[in-house]
T-cell receptor, first 112, second 115 residues
Framework: GESVGLHLPTLSVQEGDNSIINCAYS??????FIWYKQESGKGPQFIID?????DKRQGQRVTVLLNKTVKHLSLQIAATQPGDSAVYFC???????????FGAGTRLAVHP | EPEVTQTPSHQVTQMGQEVILRCVPI?????FYWYRQILGQKVEFLVS????????KSEIFDDQFSVERPDGSNFTLKIRSTKLEDSAMYFC?????????????FGSGTRLTVV
């Protein structure tokens, strides 16, 4: 039968380009924010997190920016590789929630 | 690197049957979770477990679901009478602290197919 799935926003990039994945959140009391990556058929995998008192954090090839004024964060991936192809989720933590709540995510498709 | 291990990777069961999904969390972790993901949809919280009792559960986690930590290493999710709509990937996760920076460590999941 036909399957109905969630329509994910998709970001298509060329290998080697930089990628920017955006996330909006609603709970201004969140204590920190976590980015997860989910490859097809696998569980979510931690990428990077940022505390609410920071506006930028850098990891290896990834940078997260947090704008609390507009409740927005972004994940920047430098020199995107085919292995970066996955669905990316931001998950706020805290602010009264003692569990991770995942949004729908963004699919990143990396083309050679 | 420590891992959360889930078994089986794929389980097929008939509607109405009971299933038990198994998880071995990271050994020094104290908080345990089950999430599920219906095909093509987002990852949804089911239940959190700490100190041998449920800390929080979602609306999805009705009377047909139960969790147990039968020994010092396993954490199980039981569905008593499966329905077609229970077909999904089920992910176990664990964390050392409730508000742990870095979030949870997830297992690779069990794909449950109810026929």
């Amino acid at each position: 039968g036909e399957s109905v799935g969630l329509h994910l926003p998709t970001l298509s990039v060329q290998e080697g380009d930089n990628s920017i994945i955006n996330c909006a959140y609603s709970n201004s009391a969140s204590d920190y924010f976590i980015w997860y990556k989910q490859e097809s058929g696998k569980g979510p995998q931690f990428i990077i997190d940022i505390r609410s008192n920071m506006d930028k954090r850098q990891g290896q090839r990834v940078t997260v920016l947090l704008n609390k004024t507009v409740k927005h964060l972004s994940l920047q991936i430098a020199a995107t590789q085919p292995g970066d192809s996955a669905v990316y989720f931001c998950a706020p933590w805290g602010g009264g929630y003692n569990k991770l709540i995942f949004g729908a995510g963004t699919r990143l498709a990396v083309h050679p | 690197e420590p891992e959360v291990t889930q078994t089986p990777s794929h389980q097929v069961t008939q509607m109405g049957q009971e299933v038990i999904l198994r998880c071995v969390p990271i050994s020094n972790h104290l908080y345990f979770y089950w999430y599920r993901q219906i095909l093509g949809q987002k990852v949804e919280f089911l239940v959190s477990f700490y100190n041998n009792e449920i800390s929080e559960k979602s609306e999805i986690f009705d009377d047909q679901f139960s969790v147990e930590r039968p020994d010092g290493s396993n954490f199980t999710l039981k569905i008593r009478s499966t329905k077609l709509e229970d077909s999904a990937m089920y992910f176990c996760a664990s964390s050392e602290y409730r508000g742990q920076i870095g979030g949870y460590t997830f297992g690779s999941g069990t794909r449950l197919t109810v026929v």
